[in-house]
C-alpha cells in the first residue's frame, strides 16, 4: 500500500489487496527540495501545522497540517486550482481550523493565488490543472513551481480531493443543454473504475466514489441536486476528456498511485449553497475514511451565508505614518507629505485568512506589513480574495486643512483632518468655521446627507444647526446601519479635507 505514513496502523480497504508498508510518519516536517518555505507553526502539542510557501509573492500557498489524536489515514484537500470557482476555496477553508479525533487531514485552500485574485480561471500562465504531465524542471513556466509543490503534497497523504465549481449538471446521457455526458456540476469525477498497481494491487476508485455519493446525496433533499459519480476514463483512447490526463487527479492516481476525486459542485447556484454542496462533500469523504473531527463543518446554506457574510465584515486599516499608528476606517482618505512613508500594518477583520492589499502600480500583490515612501496621488485596495470589499485613496497632505470649527452642544470644538466628531442622537451640531481662516465664498463645507438650505442644495453646511433627524441614512458610510457621515472640506472644488460625524 504505496504512501501511507509508517506508524499510522492504517489499511486502506479500498486497495484490492491490504497491507501496511514502511514510509514517513505524518508528523514529520514537510521537507521539500527548491522550495522556499516559513514554518510558521510546527507545534506538535497543538496537533496542527500551517506552513507558507513562496511567501510575499502572487503564487503564495498556505498549507494547513492537522493531526488526529489517533491514528488514521490522511487526506489531502485542494481549493482555489481555478480562479473563478470560489465554492471551492471558500469550502476548503472551513476545515483548517478542525480538532481531529482520529486520522488526519491537510489542507490548501488557495492553490492558485494569482487566478483568485484575479478571478478567473487561469492563472500567471494558463489552466494549472493542466499542467501535472509537465516535467518538474521546466523553466518556461512560472507557475511549475506550485505544481511541483502540489505533487509533493499529494506525495504525503493517502486520499486526494480537488474541489471545483462546474456549468450545469453531469448526467450520463442527454437530458438537455444543461444536463449531460459534457457538463461538470454535482458530480465525483474519477479517471477510471479501478486502478491495477505494478505490485498486483487494485485501487477501487468507483467503489470509494459511490459511497461518498450515497452519504452525499442522503443529505441533499432535492433530486435535481443529487452528485453522480463521473468517471472521464481519462486513459483510454476513447476518452472524452483526454485534456483531464495533465490534471492534477490523474497524477495523484497514475504517478502516485493514490485514490483521488475531483468534487465538481454546479455553478448554477448561489455561493452559500456552492460551499454548503463541497462541505457536504468533505464530510461524507471524512466519514467514509474514519477521519473524525471533533465537530464538521456546518452544512446549512443559511448559516453559511451568514459566515460568509462575517467574513467579509471589514472595519478599518491600521496604518503607520511618521512612527504614528492610526486607524483608516472605511470611507476615509489617507493624507501624506511627498516622500513621507506608509507602513500597512494590518486589517481589522473577523478573519485573516483570504485577506490582500493591494497598493495600486507597486507591483506587489500584498502590501500587508510593507513600507511605501509616497510620491504622487495613489490608491488601496482591500480584496477578500477577489472580491474587491473596500478602496482608500492616498493624496498629497499639501492639501490638508488645518480643522474645522464646530459648536457641540453649546461647546466650540476644532476638529483635524480624518478625525470624528461624536455626536449624541438627541444631541446638536452647527458647523463654524475652517482653519486657516479661507475666503468664504471659495471654501464649502458640506455634510454628505444634510441640506442645509432646504429651497435650494448649494453643498455648504456650514451655519445650520443639525441633529441625527435631519440626516438621510441612504448617504450614511455604514448603510443600512446609519451611524456614520462625511463632512467634505473643499477650496475651489478641490477637496482639501474631510472629518466625520458619528452618532452615538
Not at 450545469?168 to 443543454?177: D, M, Q, V
Not at 470611507?331 to 511627498?338: A, C, E, M
Not at 485573516?352 to 495613489?378: C, E, M, P
Not at 432646504?454 to 446601519?481: H, Q, R, T
Request: proline share 5%; glycine share 8%.
Amino acid at each position: 500500500q504505496k504512501g501511507c505514513p509508517e506508524g499510522t496502523g492504517y489499511s486502506n480497504p479500498f486497495f484490492h489487496k491490504r497491507g501496511v508498508p514502511k514510509g514517513r510518519s505524518i508528523l514529520t516536517p514537510f521537507l521539500i527540495k527548491g522550495v522556499a518555505t516559513k514554518l510558521t507553526g510546527y507545534l506538535i502539542k497543538s496537533r496542527r501545522r500551517v506552513e507558507e510557501f513562496f511567501p510575499g509573492t502572487n503564487q503564495e500557498v498556505k498549507v494547513y497540517s492537522i493531526f488526529g489524536k489517533r491514528k488514521g489515514p490522511t487526506l489531502l484537500v485542494f481549493g482555489g486550482i481555478q480562479g473563478d470557482e470560489p465554492g471551492g476555496y471558500l469550502a476548503a477553508d472551513r476545515y483548517v481550523g478542525l480538532n481531529l479525533k482520529k486520522g488526519n487531514l491537510i489542507v490548501v485552500p488557495r492553490l492558485n493565488l494569482a487566478a483568485i485574485l484575479a478571478q478567473k480561471r487561469e492563472g500567471l500562465t494558463g489552466d494549472m490543472n493542466r499542467k501535472f504531465a509537465l516535467p518538474k524542471n521546466i523553466q518556461q513556466d512560472p507557475d511549475i513551481k506550485v505544481v511541483n509543490l502540489a505533487r509533493d503534497l499529494i506525495a504525503n497523504a493517502d486520499y486526494i480531493l480537488n474541489l471545483h465549481q462546474g456549468s450545469g449538471f453531469y448526467s450520463p446521457i442527454w437530458i438537455n443543454h444543461q444536463r449531460n455526458p459534457l457538463r461538470w456540476g454535482q458530480c465525483n469525477v474519477i479517471d477510471a473504475f479501478v486502478f491495477d498497481l505494478p505490485n498486483g494491487e487494485r485501487l477501487e476508485l468507483e467503489s470509494f466514489a459511490q459511497n461518498v455519493v450515497r452519504r452525499i446525496n442522503s443529505k441533499i433533499q432535492d433530486e435535481n441536486y443529487h452528485f453522480l459519480v463521473n468517471n472521464t476514463n481519462t486513459g483510454d483512447k476513447k476518452s472524452l476528456h483526454k485534456e483531464q490526463r495533465k490534471s492534477l487527479t490523474y497524477y495523484a492516481l497514475t504517478q502516485k498511485h493514490k485514490i483521488a476525486l475531483g468534487i465538481e459542485v454546479t455553478k448554477k447556484c448561489s455561493s452559500p449553497q456552492a460551499v454548503a454542496y463541497l462541505s457536504i462533500a468533505i464530510n461524507s469523504v471524512l466519514k467514509e475514511l474514519g477521519i473524525a473531527p471533533e465537530e464538521f463543518p456546518g452544512e446549512d446554506p443559511d448559516s453559511i451565508a451568514e459566515e460568509l457574510k462575517k467574513n467579509e465584515k471589514f472595519s478599518g486599516l491600521k496604518v503607520k505614518i511618521n512612527g504614528c499608528e492610526k486607524l483608516i476606517i472605511p470611507g476615509q482618505n489617507i493624507f501624506l507629505k511627498i516622500g513621507e512613508p506608509l507602513q500597512i500594518l494590518n486589517l481589522e477583520t473577523e478573519k485573516s485568512r483570504g485577506w490582500y492589499v493591494n497598493l495600486v502600480n507597486s507591483g506587489s500583490y500584498n502590501a500587508l506589513g510593507q513600507t511605501y515612501w509616497f510620491t504622487k496621488d495613489n490608491k488601496l485596495l482591500i480584496h477578500k480574495d477577489g472580491k474587491l470589499i473596500a478602496s482608500f485613496e492616498i493624496m498629497p497632505r499639501s492639501y490638508l486643512l488645518g480643522s474645522l470649527e464646530v459648536n457641540l452642544d453649546g461647546r466650540v470644538c476644532r476638529f483635524h483632518n480624518q478625525e470624528t466628531i461624536l455626536l449624541p442622537k438627541n444631541g446638536r451640531l452647527r458647523i463654524l468655521k475652517v482653519y486657516p481662516e479661507k475666503d468664504k465664498n471659495k471654501v464649502k463645507v458640506n455634510l454628505k446627507g444634510f441640506i442645509g438650505n432646504k429651497g435650494y442644495n448649494d453643498g455648504e453646511d456650514s451655519g445650520y444647526v443639525i441633529s441625527a433627524d435631519d440626516l438621510i441614512p441612504k448617504y450614511a458610510l455604514d448603510y443600512p446601519e446609519n451611524t456614520f457621515y462625511r463632512i467634505e472640506i473643499s477650496e475651489q472644488g478641490n477637496l482639501v479635507g474631510e472629518v466625520f460625524l458619528k452618532l452615538t
